[in-house]
C-alpha cells in the first residue's frame, strides 16, 4: 500500500524567507519572486517532476565487487516506510521492492515517502520500521529520538539504538538527489584549492566548540587568529592581497548550512559574520520550476571577482570555476567529477541513508536487515546505477553498512 501524506511536494529543507545580499540580480531571472510556501512547493513539483523521469548518467560503474543477494532466511510481514520522497519519485523504491519480493513474496510494504522531515517522526512514534533521508539526520531529529527513548515513550526504550545506513551516494549534479557540494570562487580568481582548515577560516569564527553528534567537544574550540577574512591571507599577492572575501551560502534553516557546519565547521554554528545568506524562489520561470537559492548566489558570485560561494555544480556559472578540496592539510587535493563522486574520494560528497530503530544487544529486525541487505548488494546497487541520479556505492563502503546490520 502506498500513501501519500499531505506533505508530499514539499522539500525536505524549509520554505524560509531568503536573507538577500543587497544586490538584486535574481529579479532577471523571475519575475513576481516570492517565498510563498505554495508557490514554491508547486514550483519545486514542476522540476522534480521533470527530473524524477530523466537518467542522468548511464551505467558506467564497476560493481563487480559488491555483493550478489542471496537470501539468509525467508522472511514475511509488513516493512514500513517514512521518508525521502525522491526514491519513490525515481522510482527507485519500487524497482527494489518489486525485486525483493521476487526473493520474499510474503512481504509486504506501506510506504509514506513524502519528505526527509516526516522520517524521524514515522521512527519516534513506532509507525515506521525505516526512515530513508536524503540528508544525514539533524542535531534535533537525534535528540528528539534520544528524549523519546530515554521517555519510554512511544515506540521508544532507553534500550534502544539508532543506526545509520548509507544506502547510496548522492549525485554529482542532480538538484534534489542530493548533489555533492562544491565551493566557487569567480573564474578571475587565481586560487586552485583549499583545504577544509582553510575552509572553516573562511566560512567558520573562532568557537568555544562543536558538536559530535549529540556529543559537545571543547576540543574543537579555535580562536579568532584561525579566521581568513582577506584573500592575502590565503597567499594571494598584488591587487588580491587586500581585498576582503566577500561569503556566499545557504539560509541556515536548509539542511546544505548543516552539511558544511558538520564536515568544516565542528558542528559549532559559528559561521563568518558577514555571510551572505540564500533561499530559494518561486516566480515566473518560463517552464514553472523553482529558482534555487544556488543559482541566486551564483548569479551574484558571477559579479563578484572577491566573492566564494558553497553550492553545487547544478549552479555553475560561466564567470565561476570550482575548487579542488583537500580534507586534510597536507591533501590531496580532490576536483569534484563525477568519477571521484562515485569513488566517495571527493570530501564534500554526500550521502543518502536509512534510519532504523534497534534494541541493544538484540539482532536487527530479520525483514528490514533482509531489505537492506538486498539494497547493498550487486542488484540494488545496479538499480541506483539504471535510475541515473543517485550514484551506487563502492564495494567498500557497501561492506561497511552491511557490518552495521550485524
Not at 532466511?73 to 521492492?97: A, K
Not at 519510554?152 to 549525485?171: F, L, Q, Y
Not at 545496479?382 to 557490518?403: H, I, S
Request: glycine share 10%.
Amino acid at each position: 500500500m502506498k500513501r501519500r501524506s499531505v506533505l508530499a511536494g514539499l522539500c525536505s529543507a524549509p520554505l524560509a524567507a531568503a536573507t538577500l545580499a543587497s544586490r538584486t540580480a535574481w529579479a532577471t531571472d523571475v519575475a513576481s519572486p516570492t517565498t510563498d510556501a505554495a508557490a514554491l512547493s508547486k514550483a519545486r513539483a514542476t522540476g522534480t517532476k521533470k527530473r524524477a523521469v530523466r537518467k542522468f548518467y548511464q551505467p558506467q560503474f564497476d560493481l563487480s565487487g559488491l555483493p550478489e543477494y542471496t537470501p539468509a532466511r525467508q522472511v514475511t510481514g509488513t516493512i514500513r516506510q517514512w521518508g525521502n520522497n525522491y526514491i519513490q519519485d525515481s522510482p527507485l523504491v519500487d524497482v527494489w521492492e518489486q525485486a525483493f519480493r521476487k526473493f520474499h513474496p510474503a512481504i509486504r510494504f506501506e510506504d509514506n515517502l513524502s519528505s526527509s522531515s516526516v522520517a524521524f517522526p514515522g521512527l519516534i512514534a513506532g509507525v515506521a520500521d525505516l526512515a530513508p533521508m536524503g540528508r544525514q539526520a539533524l542535531w534535533d531529529e537525534l535528540k528528539g529520538f534520544e528524549r523519546e527513548g530515554a521517555e519510554g515513550g512511544a515506540g521508544g526504550s532507553a534500550a534502544v539504538d539508532i543506526v545509520e545506513i548509507i544506502m547510496a551516494t548522492g549525485s554529482y549534479d542532480v538538484r534534489g538527489w542530493t548533489f555533492a557540494l562544491g565551493v566557487f570562487v569567480h573564474q578571475d580568481n587565481p586560487l586552485t584549492r583549499l583545504t577544509f582548515e582553510q575552509l572553516d577560516g573562511i566560512f567558520g569564527a573562532e568557537r568555544a566548540g562543536g558538536w559530535e553528534g549529540l556529543t559537545w567537544r571543547p576540543d574543537f574550540a579555535r580562536g579568532p587568529e584561525k579566521n581568513i577574512r582577506t584573500w592575502g591571507q590565503l597567499g594571494l599577492t598584488g591587487e588580491w592581497a587586500d581585498k576582503p572575501i566577500n561569503v556566499y551560502g545557504y539560509n541556515f534553516k536548509y539542511h546544505f548550512a548543516d552539511e558544511i557546519d558538520k564536515k568544516v565547521l565542528k558542528g559549532s554554528g559559528k559561521w563568518n559574520e558577514t555571510l551572505r545568506m540564500y533561499s530559494n524562489m518561486a516566480g515566473q520561470k518560463s517552464d514553472g520550476t523553482l529558482t534555487g537559492g544556488g543559482e541566486l548566489m551564483m548569479n551574484d558570485l558571477s559579479k563578484d571577482r572577491y566573492g566564494i560561494a558553497y553550492t553545487g555544480i547544478p549552479f555553475k556559472t560561466p564567470q565561476t570555476k570550482v575548487l579542488a578540496l583537500a580534507g586534510k592539510t597536507d591533501g590531496p587535493y580532490i576536483d569534484l567529477t563525477l568519477q571521484t563522486v562515485q569513488a566517495r574520494q571527493y570530501p564534500l560528497t554526500r550521502d543518502v541513508y536509512y534510519y532504523l530503530k534497534r534494541e541493544k544487544g538484540k539482532p536487527t529486525d530479520p525483514k528490514v536487515k533482509e531489505f537492506l541487505r538486498y539494497v547493498l548488494s550487486r542488484e540494488g546497487q545496479t538499480a541506483v546505477e539504471r535510475d541515473g541520479k543517485y550514484l551506487p556505492l563502492t564495494a567498500e563502503a557497501a561492506r561497511e553498512q552491511l557490518a552495521k546490520l550485524d
